[in-house]
């Protein structure tokens, strides 16, 4: 017997929205959550190593310094949720304050399975936890969540590592206010992000000297090549990284060095680039301290505190939904 499953042919998402942001007019783009397949996450993994990269650090500074305070805002019961876990690395900080008083349910939420795999594995040892990873995307696996929560138990929502800056401009407030109904008042987020500091340091940051951002960056067409059967060159595209003055954003491109045409049969689609043209492939918006507090107020939420990082500009800040 055949399987119909495997013999339909059904444009995946990954194609549909290939295809769209490869014809748009004027900026061609790709979505950036595309860069976190198996091997973009590995690479991602490093990136938080690099020296360039002060961003991790400083989080998991304010995280392994602080934990007991962030702690203490919580009610007794809590259930977590992680959007966009990663490694779980630096949620351990958390969840080891919180499994000081209390046995927790632990929800990451991830569109990168082999991230989600890592993730077990990080906290695999913690006695006090249940961990229950959702391959999904973030709404989408966090009204399960919301859904699976025990009576009178408060909802902690994780959104680390500065991802709210990787929203486009506005899209961040849509984005929190839709987090927001899906809460309970009481609950809570514990937002980090990532401050604006000189530019210099910002630009490193995303353009490190051993080039592994530029090979994170670039393995998004090796992926398109493999999944959609295209023939991108990729010795033919560089990485590049500007600092958005108007938007106050780190953008990623990857700019065509050649005129060229590109095939990615598995959209259906061929693409002309001209000599210098580029792909917008992800864009990393820094805050200031109180664009965070008009982001919580203008969403639904109160700010109750917020930690910084001494050495690198950076807020962890803890929101309640109003
Ligand atoms: N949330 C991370 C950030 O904005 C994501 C990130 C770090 C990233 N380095 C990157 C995304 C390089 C794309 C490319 O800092």
Redesign the pocket.
């Known amino acids: 017997m055949t399987d119909r499953a495997s013999t339909l042919v059904i444009p995946s998402d990954f194609a549909f929205l290939v295809r769209e942001g490869l014809t748009r007019e004027g900026q061609k783009e790709l979505l950036?959550k595309f860069?976190y397949d198996q091997l973009g996450s590995a690479l991602?993994d490093v990136?938080c190593l690099l020296p360039e990269?002060g961003?991790t650090r400083a989080e998991e500074r304010i995280l392994s310094r602080h934990a007991g305070d962030i702690v203490k805002h919580l009610p007794q019961s809590v259930a977590v949720a992680e959007l966009g876990s990663g490694t779980g690395k630096k949620t351990r900080l958390l969840l080891e304050a919180l499994c000081r008083r209390q046995t927790v349910s632990y929800y990451p939420i991830e569109i990168s399975s082999s991230a989600l795999a890592s993730c077990a594995r990080e906290l695999n040892d913690m006695r006090c936890l249940s961990v229950v990873g959702l391959e999904r995307e973030y709404l989408d696996g966090l009204l399960e969540v919301a859904a699976r929560r025990a009576e009178g138990q408060r909802l902690l929502v994780l959104f680390l590592?500065?991802?709210i800056?990787?929203f486009d401009r506005g899209a961040n407030g849509k984005f929190l206010k839709q987090l927001r109904r899906i809460l309970w008042e009481g609950d809570f987020l514990l937002l980090g992000a990532?401050l604006e500091k000189e530019v210099d340091t910002m630009l490193a940051?995303?353009d490190d000297s051993l080039g592994v951002?530029a090979a994170?960056?670039l393995n998004l067409l090796t992926r398109i090549n493999r999944e959609l059967d295209a023939d991108f060159r990729l010795g033919q595209f560089t990485h590049e990284v500007i600092f958005n003055q108007r938007t106050r954003s780190?953008e990623?491109h990857l700019r065509s060095s050649a005129e060229q045409v590109v095939r990615v049969a598995g959209a259906d689609l061929t693409i002309d680039f001209t000599l210098g043209e580029s792909i917008h492939?992800?864009t990393?918006h820094k805050f200031s301290l109180e664009e965070l507090q008009q982001l919580a107020q203008g969403s639904g939420f109160r700010p109750a505190s917020t930690w910084l990082d001494s050495q690198w500009p950076f807020a962890e800040t803890l929101w309640v939904a109003a």
Do not use: K, P, V
Request: net charge negative; aromatic share 18%; proline share 0%.
């Open positions: 950036s860069l991602f990136i990269y961003l590592g500065s991802t800056g990787n990532d940051a995303y951002t994170f960056n780190i990623m492939t992800e990393c």
